[in-house]
């Protein structure tokens, strides 16, 4: 237990580092690519300066989300190779289409377009940055793609031969591809870094308001960051409704887990806090129905009839089914070479309870229910801040648009004291989607103390604690040039 836990200390360390750097990535790369189009539509020179300034931001976020990205990946192999094993035939294609395909265009056109000012033509140049956006996009998706599939595992067979869960064809490749819970994921997390990138520009032109410094240029950018954060807002609640809708039907346990639901039914109400709830809203929210049957954690443990009329097995048969196929497993490759009719029976059985197949690692049932004051209050401080960063940045933008904000040094500040709260945002939603589905690194089918690498907590500590060091030396630098960056200015004539 001590190596599974510091495994999980170090890779949710790792991802909730790079976590800083992807949103800001995905939402700048979208402002600076709108300053462009409005530099070559307009043939404005101030703002070719205002895309430029925010594009050195850009490279010096993106370099550092690079080098964390890496260990993310390597920390797969050192740190969960029986989960690598398992799935290295499934989970292997996504990332290396990400890094062959995705990853090598961002980068060939972000050189493009930070390097080739003067050396490409205006319209080439505008292409490049926004095929660097979209470039960072792809490589989202596609890492996406491989963690939906670890929240709604399709499109793969297990293969007792080898003992790995395989895709078997091109149509199951494309499953894999179009997981509606990789869909979703994907509109939810880029769509949650254009609020990260709108904010940060946002506030870090309301401090240039407040210093009075380059104010033409902060009101234009205030004024960019700011719709673009807006529309990012309305996008992540589309996206996210469909995110509660998912979980209701493939994680019923995490959405039971992030509304503290211990016993569900229908008409179940949405717990805003401790206290206040309002009727019937969990129903709408996680079926679409007033009269939608959601189970609550009790159920889940108990068994249930879901809303298409399927009976759901307790928690404990599945326990017990589970066992008998990896029974069968053991069975069918003793038997495989020496007794062929021993190895078709329990074959047989492996393939009536394959689905159970990783229940039958757990010790008792109630080690499905994830930590559920975490995952409770998680969900909520990401709505709450969310909520509060639409309404800033309606209030910034309004008053910036109507030339109010004289006077108004208040709002300039909340709207910079934002930019913390938008990371904290980011890193709550992802604490709900992978807490809220634990004990599973893939749903159903591989609990973390099956995935884990034979290492000693010792190493694992210790890599803990570099890391740790690592990360927060970069941290320092990166923020210590990004402020240099930001301090120096986009030295911009204010004619």
Known sequence: ???????????????????????????????????????????DDSWKKTAQFW?????????????????????????????????????????????????????????????????????FHLASTWLTGIGAAISAYWILVANGWMQNPVGTTFNPDTVRSEMASAQAFWEVVTNPVAVSKFFHSVTSGWVVGGVFVAGVSSWYLLKGRETVFAKKSLLIGGLVGIIGSFAVMLSGDSSGVHAAEFQPMKLAAAEGLRDGGRRAAFTIVPGVRIPGMLSILATHSLDGYVPGINDILNGYTDNDGNEIPSVAEKMERGRMALDALAAYRENRETDPEAAAAARAILDENVQYMGYGHLEKPEDVIPPVGIVFWSFRLMIGIGMLLLLVLLLTVWFTWKEK???????????????????????????????????????GLLPVNVAISSLSAAAVKTTFFIFLGVFALFLIIEIRIMLGAIRKGPQISED
Not at 92 to 115: D, N
Not at 408 to 431: E, N, S
Request: proline share 3%.
């Open 1 to 43: 237990m001590e190596v599974i836990t510091w495994s999980r200390l170090q890779f949710a360390m790792t991802a909730a580092y790079h976590w800083l750097f992807v949103p800001l990535t995905l939402g700048l790369a979208l402002v600076m690519a709108i300053m462009e189009t409005l530099y070559v539509v307009k043939k």
């Open 55 to 123: 594009m050195k931001v850009f490279a010096i976020n993106f370099a550092v989300g690079i080098a964390t990205g890496i260990i993310l990946e390597f920390e797969f192999g050192t740190n969960w190779s029986n989960y690598s094993w398992f799935v290295g035939d499934m989970f292997g294609a996504p990332l290396a289409i990400e890094g062959i395909l995705a990853f090598f265009m961002e980068a060939t056109f972000f050189a493009v377009m930070f390097f080739g000012w003067e050396k490409v033509s205006k319209r």
């Open 405 to 443: 904000l004289k006077g108004k040094k208040w709002l300039l500040w909340t709207m910079l004291c934002c930019i913390p709260l938008a990371y904290l945002c980011g890193q709550f939603g992802w604490i709900v989607a992978e807490v809220g589905r634990q004990p599973w690194t893939i749903q």
